[in-house]
Each structure stands twice: as C-alpha cells, then as structure tokens.
C-alpha cells in the first residue's frame, strides 16, 4: 500500500465508516429484538383475554408500548434499516480490503471515487455517533484521550447518549 497523508486519511474514513454501520447495526438488531419480545408478550394478553381471565394493568401498558412499537418496526422497518447498514459496512469493508492492496495512485484515486459511490447510498449521518467511531479508532491507533486531547471529538453526555437517536450538528468540535 502506498503510504501518504492522503491514503491514511481515506482508510482512517473508511475504518470510522465501518464502525459506525456496525453500531447502526446493533441498534437496529436491538429495537427489532425489543419489539420481536413486546410483540410476544401482547399475544399471550390477547391469549390470556380470550381465556376470559383479569388482565392486570401493568400488563395491558406493556400491550400497548408493544403495539407501538411494533406499529414503529413497520413504519421504520428495523430489520430494513439493520439490513440496510449491513451492507454498507460490507461495502466499506471491500473497499478497505482494496486499499490496503493497492499499489499505485490510480488505484486509490479509484477507490475515492468508489467511497463516494457508497457514500451516495448512506442515509443522513449521525454526527454523535459518527464522534464516537472517530473516537474508537483514535484509541485503537494508541491515541490517549488525554495526552492527544485536541484529535478527539468530544460529544456532550446527552448527544452520547441520543448518538442513535438525533443528528446532533453541534457538536462541540469539527468532524471532517
């Protein structure tokens, strides 16, 4: 692999890509297995209805948070969206496979133009998120966050943890 600045910076961006659709993945896999469970428990209350026996309230609010939810995995469509980052992480995968083998400036040149394809195809960016897989391959580089302080993006406690949730534009540093 040809060593610059400008190779490290593509394969820096595309290691923080393929974190950052792994946790996409995982949260997607979660919600779906949530809903999948509350789903569950719903049957067996209109089950146990059916049976003519008193419901308690307790569980006729996991009924309903579950119709919610699952009325939510139709419309967001969990499985869709885990499916959906699968792949791009599998794409990003392939093209860091390709980088790490290329030999001349043609061949990165091809693989930029490659990443912007993939990225054409990646729904809006979770800037939180995003800050903490940058975060995660600093680390796994041998950065400290305290001694290499100004390379880190630090989100505030809140966007950490709504990384998934909300597409945080104010973080408190710049991302490339």
Request: net charge positive.
């Amino acid at each position: 692999m040809i060593e610059d600045d400008d190779t490290n910076d593509l394969i820096f961006a595309i290691q923080r890509s393929v974190r950052y659709h792994d946790r996409r993945v995982a949260h997607f896999d979660v919600l779906h297995k949530i809903t999948s469970v509350l789903t569950i428990l719903m049957s067996g209350i209109v089950i146990l209805d059916l049976a003519g026996t008193e419901s308690r309230r307790w569980i006729k609010v996991i009924a309903a948070v579950a119709a919610v939810l699952g009325a939510f995995d139709l419309v967001v469509g969990y499985s869709h969206r885990a499916t959906q980052h699968r792949e791009l992480k599998r794409q990003f995968c392939a093209l860091e496979r390709r980088l790490v083998k290329a030999r001349t400036s043609d061949e990165i040149q091809e693989i930029q133009a490659d990443r912007l394809l993939i990225e054409a195809d990646e729904p809006p960016i979770f800037r939180a998120l995003d800050a903490q897989c940058h975060n995660d391959i600093l680390i796994a580089k041998g950065y400290s966050p305290i001694r290499d302080r100004c390379q880190f993006h630090i989100p505030r406690w809140y966007q950490r943890w709504t990384a998934n949730w909300f597409r945080w534009s104010n973080l408190t540093s710049n991302l490339p």
